[in-house]
């Protein structure tokens, strides 16, 4: 077995609980109402959200994986989970300032944060937020 | 087959995502912190939680079923659901005023307000909410 | 680590896909509709079933356990699965003939079925049929 | 955050009973039998079917969605679950007659229904139905 | 809301990878491999276990709980996790030596190390340990 | 409905119970302690590892199938199955002898046995192998 994949792809699945709520202050109330129905209740409401977070690679010889594990592990705690787990997504985190708090915003704002600071030569290849089981965002970077 | 069983139990799963925040008000702000963790979260947090209504009976011989499902459904989502999803547990929910929403007390208050509406002659048998994969509660009426 | 556990539980859980209409046929296809609704499709519908099997008892002192699951194993695939895998509940399983195939009325038969074919000294403890991620009905033998 | 994601995925899942039977009506029941085996039962048989809808596109600057959530529900309501969903996929659906029920069969169909229905600008990405916890299928367009 | 509950049911779940090999060394190399068959595989075979902890008590009326999760997480880790995490169960557990370790032979030695380590006045109620996704054992004290 | 998709995925998945322990020779034990933690246990651990086999193809007009089904688990049991489940990955297999036994090398692995012996014109597109639930490597020969 000499040759070696170009890409492998090694994912890790992570949960945060944390409390939202969807509405655009550009807007009325009524519009928020409206456009975001029970999900613009004015208390919020929450989710277990569901972090997955694949990267790829060629895994390293000595090691046999794509990244060492633990120290993603340690990447993605403090760089997101430290930051909004059991946090109110629209209140406490810095880096979501201004943003609806959707899925798709969440994934693009946590791929920002995360992207730079996987380790070398992996990559991060795709981002899954997943909200409740019928219900999921993700980039892939494109 | 002329025999019948005396308790059959049939369960039905229903989802809401909600916010609550953990804390005790006759406690100072420092011994909430100490004693609910991450729970006591001042902006709260939230959670996709699982309910499962357990009755018990006899299957009506006509219908082959221990309840009307249908009818289940519909008094479940009005006592519970209506007023629970998409909810804030510490604000919005009128049955759960002054008492700190942890699992153990969302089964406890769900039972008082659900158990005298189930249609006789089924029974409420169990109650359990899911809080996240890890952590339910539940209770059997005893 | 002298002493036993007098009942244990043991659970082995099968699955088997299968189709079954609800209808009673002392009614009118007009109250057959009424009653039964959108499970009342003349052509039928189906489910994968998951059907769950706990036995009770104190493990076997030179096995370790409460039954050789091996030999429930193939109990459960002659006396229930090769019966109903793949069928039709309605058309194809004698032992159901007569019988609306509710869930409840599923477990019904199949304790009837199974309890005395389990090697003694273990019992049937439990019999829980799951006919979707929101619905099983469950019998405990009283 | 003044950049975009050119694609961001949106995936929801929905669920539907339904009946099938697999055989090919050119056949002899014999060479039926032998190809489909137990999937070619006479009287059918079922499955919970998942749907998996993914869609594309870039958040819209004032909803942060990719799409409305509630305008697709509607959408695959009508589209898809209202002519399936409890339903046998030989006998009732009109838009599959002629069609061996398989589960490729079921995502190819499903894609020629739902794909012209998609909202504007976002675009229909992967459609995924899974027939048992161990088999689905899938398709992206191409 | 004056009243109490006598019994509130608290489960917590947890998982930990581990080895085992079934065999019984009173038996013969062939009477071994003609019981557990493949489980008896000299070098031995694993598993994900799932371990599912379930309290009973009244909830504590200043904590709504039944027990602090915090603490009984402490209590577990340190009276079963960090003791069967990663390891052999058959090499590398001091209170599991001599004992076949099947599902049931788990849930009874970590019965034994555990109900007495719960903090009164809550109860250890339920022991689950879950082998595969179709096979658990399960005892309740009895 | 006479066009074809070029491209239909089929996924099936299998489950093995297996053990494994992570280790270098190349390096001292301190070295195998230090990088691989807790997965360098010298009496290994273990895991149900969840196979997920992806294959894509035009569906046979026939069959309605990208692949036989049938066919494919026969391959996948004599070709990976039989050799991995109940075993020790790092004694008992001959084609994964002196490789590191992480999920992104057992997928590896895999995908070479496996690549070649899938039946014409259907071709292997996508391989997964899960480790734990939070944790999976994937591979689709690029």
Known sequence: ????????????????????????PDWSDEENARVFRQCN??????????????????PDPQLGMVVDIYELDVIVKRVILDRVDHKNLNLDVDFMQGLIPTAEN???????????????????????VVE???????YRGE
Request: glycine fraction near 4%.
């Open 132 to 138: 409740t089981r019928n219900n999921f965002a993700e």
């Open 1 to 24: 077995m000499t040759s070696k994949p170009n890409w492998m792809f090694l994912t890790r699945k992570y949960e945060f609980p944390a409390s939202h709520r969807l509405f655009n």
């Open 106 to 128: 969440i994934v693009w704002a946590f791929w920002q944060e995360l992207a730079p600071k996987i380790p070398a030569p992996a990559q991060l290849a795709r981002l899954r």
């Open 41 to 58: 209740n004015p208390n919020g409401h929450g989710h277990n959200y569901d972090l997955e977070v694949t990267v790829k690679g060629q």
